[in-house]
């Protein structure tokens, strides 16, 4: 199987046998799993501030889970890492990642976050705006401790 869109190897096509019967895809109506929206810091305390998280993808036997996550200003998660890595794709409003031991970058709408699999870092909004961000995270999750202020500080707006 090739390994993505852009790699050359694509346009060697093959016979698809119309007899399999594969599995099939999964529609999320609206980006909304029909799970209720979790309180991060108070059902998975392992963030700071208010987060909310609407789970797209949490599917029993799929190493993968997918939320919408919105952080209210000054809100972040703790510090963590992911077995498999993670993709954050920034919906609206500004905020911060921090990889351990570098300084917070800024954030904003559009941006793109690959966090490598045992990369340790934190993410979260800015003083002054919200931040949601789209969470795809694969494999297990290890979380840390809480940010600490001093680390917050440096993020300037």
């Known amino acids: 199987m090739a390994s993505g869109y852009l790699d050359p190897a694509i346009s060697a096509r093959k016979k698809r046998d119309?007899?399999?019967?594969?599995?099939?895809s999964t529609l999320v109506p609206h980006g909304r799993a029909g799970k209720?929206?979790?309180?991060?810091?108070?059902?998975?305390?392992?963030?700071?501030?208010?987060?909310?998280?609407?789970?797209?993808?949490?599917?029993?036997g799929v190493d993968c889970t997918a939320a919408n996550v919105t952080f209210l200003p000054g809100s972040c998660t703790n510090w963590h890492k992911h077995e498999k890595g993670q993709y954050l794709?920034?919906?609206a409003g500004a905020g911060w990642v921090c990889d351990q031991g570098e300084k917070?970058?800024?954030?904003?709408?559009?941006?793109?976050?690959?966090?490598?699999?045992?990369?340790?870092?934190?993410?979260?909004?800015d003083k002054s705006s919200i931040m949601v961000h789209e969470a795809v995270s694969f494999g297990g999750i290890e979380w840390y401790d809480q940010v600490k202020d001093d680390v917050y500080a440096d993020t300037k707006a």
């Not at 904003?108 to 934190?122: F, R, T």
């Open 18 to 24: 119309t007899s399999e019967k594969p599995p099939l």
């Open 36 to 60: 209720d929206t979790i309180n991060g810091p108070k059902v998975l305390g392992s963030f700071t501030g208010e987060v909310w998280l609407d789970p797209i993808l949490m599917q029993a």
């Open 89 to 91: 794709r920034v919906l």
């Open 104 to 125: 917070p970058r800024r954030i904003s709408a559009g941006d793109v976050i690959w966090c490598p699999a045992g990369g340790i870092h934190w993410h979260g909004a």
